[in-house]
């Protein structure tokens, strides 16, 4: 993978302004030679971290913001979801609740700072082939 | 609306993520008594966790009211998907119509 320059976004966190974040995020992995099943594989999990964002961090407030920050480190790729917004521990449920449980099957790591708001740190490696979790 | 003899089919096409997800339910809202559900994501491009979630909900549904149904996928990153979430067993997944349509046909009968 190319040293390349970062990638920083922000927008509303609005379930309608994720799509175009996911796709500009996508975009910048194409422009790096990321493989097309893997920079699908890493979008996805960074859209799951700004879907969360987009549906939990404010509420029903309106203007809060979610950045995507993501640069090339060596052979990693890392890319930090941050919104300031508050983040709440919520009980599993059958249907909901697979967001994280995506990123992690993705991600090489993943870690999560709600100091202030959520920040979701990830690392991947770019040329990744995911192994599926087990069902649980 | 559908009668017992008639297969309900269920199509969507795009990027299915959170910004649609109340497209989704509305989508997966089959009534009547269908012999069973074919859900067309053929057209689907791309999907995340909301697409998950409506899935299960329907899928729970149609489990209570005895109901069949059968995913036609070829999106490889939602077949992807399905299996990081741990779902991939959760569903009967085809890429071919016809297939899920014989998978519904026996199931039926």
Known sequence: MKNVAE?????????SAIKSLRHAFLAFLTA???SEDCAADIATAVGEALANSAEHAYGDAPSGTVEVYARVERDSLIVE??????????????????????IKAVARSVSIDCEGGTRVRMVFDPRFVAQPLEAS | MSDSTTLAVVKMDGELDIGRRAEIRAALAVDGHPSGVLVDFAAVSYADSSAISELLRFRNDLNRRGLPVALLI????FKRLLEYAGVHEAFAVFDERAAALTYLGNAAS
């Open chain 1, 7 to 15: 990638l920083r976004l922000t927008r509303v966190a609005r379930p």
């Open chain 1, 32 to 34: 790096n030679d990321v």
């Open chain 1, 81 to 102: 979801v941050a919104d300031a917004g508050v983040f709440v521990e919520r009980p599993r449920r059958e249907d909901r609740g697979f967001g994280l449980r995506i």
């Open chain 2, 74 to 77: 070829q999106s490889p990153q």
